[in-house]
Structure formats: structure tokens, C-alpha cells
């Protein structure tokens, strides 16, 4: 990978790990933090966005269903996801990381799954140093 796009995705990083811990910081309820959240994602994709929409290819109707079912399952997600980091009784660092790592899982799991796409010996060292990772934030838990 690139040096722009290690850049990107440190950048994309920090937004999807600011916003629960902003939420908590505001003091916000996790519904209203979950929902606010989201229903303002829409904005910059659609505005940054409009060009690519308007001109580019459109989903099949398959296509804008499966989108659709992921959106849905990915909403269940951050209303969890509100409600965790909002809840003081857990420490909201350790499960935002934690959650980072679990990505870092999952991912190559569903490419391979969904898309056939194997990992090299390189890459499954990534997977284990990231379960390894939540092994240790979450010690005293287990």
C-alpha cells in the first residue's frame, strides 16, 4: 500500500473512531448519538458523491437489495454500537479498539467468504496480531 493511501486510511480511521467517543464526550444518550450520527453520514456521501451517482453505473435491482440488507444489518450495528460506547460501566477506549480489531477480523473472513480472496501468510499474521490485540485490552475480562 502507498504511502497516500496508508494516509487515507489513518484519516478515515479517525473519523469512524472520533464519533462514539465524541458522542460520549457530548454526553449524548446512544440513541441520539447512533441516530444523529448516522442520519448526518448521508449528507457528505451524497454531496461528495452526487457526480459519481448521477453519471456513474447504478445497482441492478439484486444489487440495490443486497446494498440495502447491509445497510440494515450495518444500522443494527451502530445502535449497538451507540450503546456501548455510551455505557460507563464499560471502559469506552478499550471497546472502541476492541471493536477496530474485531474489523481487522472479520474483514478478510467475509472477502474470503463472499469474494473467494485468500490471505498470504503476511496477512493472516495481521489477523492473529489483531486477535492477540483484543486478547490483551480485554485480559482482566476474561
Known amino acids: 500500500m502507498s504511502m497516500l493511501h496508508l494516509l487515507w486510511a489513518a484519516g478515515i480511521a479517525l473519523a469512524f473512531a472520533s464519533w462514539p467517543l465524541v458522542g460520549a464526550y457530548a454526553g449524548a444518550a446512544a440513541v441520539w448519538l447512533g441516530v444523529v450520527t448516522a442520519s448526518f453520514t448521508v449528507l457528505p456521501q451524497v454531496i461528495l458523491g452526487a457526480d459519481a451517482m448521477m453519471h456513474g453505473p447504478t445497482p441492478s435491482a439484486r444489487g440495490f437489495f443486497i446494498l440495502a440488507v447491509a445497510g440494515i ?70
Open 73 to 142: 444489518f450495518n444500522g443494527i450495528g451502530v445502535y449497538y454500537y451507540s450503546i456501548k460506547v455510551t455505557d460507563t460501566t464499560i471502559n469506552t477506549t478499550v471497546f472502541v479498539v476492541t471493536m477496530l480489531m474485531m474489523l481487522m477480523v472479520w474483514t478478510p473472513i467475509l472477502n474470503w467468504v463472499m469474494n473467494g480472496v485468500t490471505l498470504n501468510l503476511r496477512q493472516l499474521l495481521g489477523v492473529a496480531i489483531a486477535l492477540l490485540a483484543v486478547y490483551v485490552l480485554n485480559g482482566k475480562a476474561a
